[in-house]
């Protein structure tokens, strides 16, 4: 059973143009939301975060949304640029597992110059 | 700073066949994880260390991984033996354990394993 879904696996944009990424989660108890982002042949690395008291976190041309009550959170790349071609993996974590990562599938973001 | 050093980066085996992955973290990151990743699929959790004690390693085949990190420093995850469902991506990675939320983790390029 997958906790954190991310149900598009693969998204296109235009360089320049908005990338949303979305992620679903099930268990109610995660409070704490982390977004990787990984490219070929290399590991994930940290992108962003938010915790469940905020409903949106900005850092530079990325920000996350979250909305507790439909249980979803997306990530908002704002101007897309060639070099975020990757994938991101969304994860959450909270609960009696506070301390441990649940990640999604991933979804493959190609920037088209 | 040096980033979490993993080797080798690519291993391929006949089924049956024992295989070991080695760990190095970042130098004071006391955390560390051993993740399974399949194609088209997240990290999963195969075991965290804090220090030299494993944490979390319910979902660690037992049978036929194991792992250790015997001076709370790298680590080493074994396969014996090796079996073609095995074939995956085998990410390591560490953080420090300010408490708390899951801490920023910091992960390897991984050891791509292939059983023929």
């Known amino acids: 059973d997958q906790q954190v879904k991310q149900n598009s696996p693969s998204l296109s944009v235009q360089e320049g143009r908005i990338s949303i990424l979305n992620c679903d989660y099930t268990?109610?108890?995660?409070?704490?939301f982390l977004w990787y982002k990984k490219y070929p042949a290399e590991g994930p690395t940290f992108l962003i975060s938010?915790?469940?008291?905020?409903d949106k976190n900005e850092d530079g041309r990325f920000t996350v949304f979250l909305n507790k009550s439909a249980k979803h959170l997306s990530l908002h790349i704002v101007p897309s640029q060639p070099g975020d071609s990757a994938v991101y993996f969304c994860?959450?974590?909270?609960?009696?597992?506070?301390?441990?990562?649940?990640f999604g599938p991933g979804t493959s973001l190609s920037v088209i110059p | 700073e040096a980033g979490v050093v993993q080797s080798p980066r690519y291993k391929i085996i006949e089924k049956k066949q024992p295989v070991a992955f080695w760990c190095n973290p970042i130098?004071?990151?006391?955390?560390l994880y051993w993740y399974l990743q399949n194609l088209g699929q997240g990290p999963e959790l195969l075991i965290r260390?804090?220090?030299?004690?494993?944490?979390?390693d319910s979902q660690l085949p037992k049978d036929r991984f194991s792992a250790e990190r015997l001076k709370g420093v790298d680590s080493t995850l074994k396969i014996q033996p090796a079996e073609l469902g095995d074939s995956a991506v085998y990410l390591c990675?560490?953080?420090?354990?300010?408490?708390?939320?899951?801490?920023?983790?910091?992960f390897g390029p991984g050891t791509r394993l292939t059983v023929l």
């Open positions: 994860a959450a974590s909270g609960g009696t597992s506070y301390d441990k990562v649940i």
């Open positions: 938010i915790s469940s008291i905020k």
């Open positions: 268990n109610s108890m995660f409070d704490y």
């Open positions: 130098s004071g990151h006391n955390t």
């Open positions: 260390y804090e220090n030299e004690e494993a944490v979390d």
């Open positions: 990675a560490s953080s420090t354990s300010a408490g708390g939320h899951a801490d920023t983790q910091y």
